[in-house]
Nanobody, 121 residues
Framework: QVQLVESGGGLVQAGGSLRLSCAAS????????MGWFRQAPGEEREFVAA????????YYADSVKGRFTISRDNAKNTVYLQMNSLKPEDTAVYYC??????????????WGLGTQVTVSS
């Protein structure tokens, strides 16, 4: 089992920045690829970013490429999502997930409860 807890969400103006963190406990963190997903009200959960177990390879949704950066610190069992140039359409609950490297939610076995990000215009 892996337990994931997200933090760092909040209210920010358009153009601003936030950094989300996801702390993992339980089985060895470095065994898993990590992903970030988001879900806006009335929408399907969508992929945001992922990185491999080593953190050396990353993958982004087109909508966030160039603005968001995923990184991880295996020594701290933590994955981060740095979000810059935020837009109102980035408003959603953000979830971190642990599993197999991909942009598909079904390959991730463990999920956090999410953290709300709200971007005002």
């Amino acid at each position: 089992q892996v337990q994931l807890v997200e933090s760092g969400g909040g209210l920010v103006q358009a153009g601003g920045s936030l950094r989300l963190s996801c702390a993992a406990s339980g089985r060895t963190f470095s065994m898993y690829a990590m992903g970030w997903f988001r879900q806006a009200p009335g929408e399907e959960r969508e992929f945001v970013a992922a990185n491999r177990r080593s953190g050396g390879t990353t993958y982004y949704a087109d909508s966030v490429k160039g603005r968001f950066t995923i990184s991880r610190d295996n020594a701290k069992n933590t994955v981060y999502l740095q979000m810059n140039s935020l837009k109102p359409e980035d408003t959603a609950v953000y979830y971190c997930a642990a599993g197999s490297y991909s942009g598909t939610s079904s390959t991730y076995a463990y999920w956090g409860l999410g953290t709300q990000v709200t971007v005002s215009s």
